[in-house]
């Protein structure tokens, strides 16, 4: 069992934990995931790891409470444990070499990309960090942002901060100022890494992004995660999940994540009763 050693809410929708598992928080590096389990009855789900505290034997994720699993963690509390907890999986990202970089990240991606700009902030590069939300009340890991880049740039896209734009907005005010980059790191929605990976590709700048497709074994034996890069099928768990984006077909990608989109509403529905009953199991056990 993997306790809950920490429980905190980033916002409404969007919770960190902090679990321990000892063997991943020693071997766990930036762009690696888990998967875990809650339960025997429970879904197998992957997470980016989020960050780690090898003292601790710690390992951090963030999620989004969008389905029937991810809303199910989001009802235990510190001090529960979950069944499973297995990893690290995925390929580490490649950063050594790098000495300018924007990393750039979009929505919850912002959790994905933070590792890697802490990471090549120790190193000793040059980071650009570029993020992008919908509003100021989306925004999270403003503080470790900060202090894991040279620079921090952050987007809206209603201007509730001040600047309003898209995080390729930023990254173009940047490249047109004639700042140089070695190399761009983009994590966030699949429409927004295209986009990125477009602005990039006309200024000749290797891009890498990370891929979070549909996922069940990790192992790369069920294929659910096959993606085309470069003409090639490959598995992002076990190939990835960080991609040269110039090379990905981001067209087949995009259509592969809205595939099961009728689905998941449908377990939505059907599982919401099971969720609000254990609202209220917690709710009596806090009351006693």
């Given amino acids: 069992m993997f306790r809950i050693v920490t429980k905190r809410p980033l916002h409404d929708t969007v919770t960190l934990m902090e679990i321990e598992a000892p063997a991943v928080a020693r071997k766990a590096l ?89 990471a090549l902030h120790e190193m000793g590069a040059e980071v650009d960090v570029i993020v992008g939300f919908r509003n100021t009340d989306l925004m999270i890991l403003m503080d470790e942002l900060k202090a894991a880049s040279t620079n921090l740039f952050v987007m809206t896209d209603d201007g509730s901060n001040g600047h309003k734009g898209f995080v390729t907005t930023a990254l173009e005010e ?6 140089k980059y070695d190399h761009v790191i983009a994590i966030g929605p699949l429409v927004m890494m295209r986009a990125v990976c477009k602005l990039t590709e006309q200024y000749d700048i290797p891009t890498i992004i990370s891929m979070n497709p549909i996922m069940i074994d990790g192992t790369g034996m069920c294929g659910c995660c096959r993606v085309t890069v470069d003409g090639k099928m490959k598995f992002a768990c076990v190939d990835g999940p960080d991609f040269d984006g110039s090379l990905v077909d981001w067209d087949e990608a995009i259509s592969r994540s809205r595939m099961y989109r009728k689905e998941e509403q449908q377990s939505m529905e059907q599982h919401a009763c099971n969720l609000r009953n254990i609202e209220l199991q917690q709710q009596r056990g806090g009351a006693n």
């Avoid at 940047?174 to 700042?179: P, S």
Wanted: hydrophobic share 40%; glycine share 14%.
């Fill in 30 to 118: 930036p762009g690696q995931f888990i998967i875990l389990r809650i339960d025997e009855a429970g879904e197998r789900i992957p997470l980016t790891v989020a960050g780690t505290d090898r003292e601790r034997g710690t390992v951090t994720i963030i999620f989004q409470k969008v389905g029937y699993t991810t809303k199910r963690l989001d009802l235990l509390n510190e001090g529960d444990a979950l069944l499973d907890f297995v990893g690290p999986l995925g390929r580490a990202s490649e950063l050594e070499g790098m000495k300018k970089v924007a990393v750039i990240g979009g929505g919850l991606g912002v959790a994905i990309a933070y590792p890697q700009a802490k």
């Fill in 174 to 179: 940047r490249l047109k100022a004639g700042v």
